[in-house]
């Protein structure tokens, strides 16, 4: 099944939505501001992405420059970031169990689907 990890007042992750939607494949959506995923689901998402923690950060939010822009973190460190303030998870985040892809451009999703 297709999760997106999916924030509704993100423009880039509603239209992520659609794509998911209009693709006619079962999924679910993880509104992740409010159902937080745990520090393994965040790996397993980091893993499926085959990048590193850092990548998956969105560093222009305000929580990022105002709190750790500047300092050097472990990849724990930025886990524990994320999962403390899930606003810094970059979205929407696209999965089909075996591969994901960040929806930014949203177009990436039709990759994996």
Known sequence: MIKI???????????GLKIVEESGKDYEIIKYLEDIPTK???LSIIAL???????????NEAIWKDNYRGRSLSDDEILNAMLTHPKLIERPIVSNGRKAVIGRPPENINSIL
Do not use: T
């Open 5 to 15: 990890y999916h924030n509704p007042r993100c423009g880039k992750s509603r239209e």
């Open 49 to 59: 992405l085959g990048i590193n923690p850092e990548d998956l950060l969105r560093k």
């Open 40 to 42: 393994e689901e965040l």
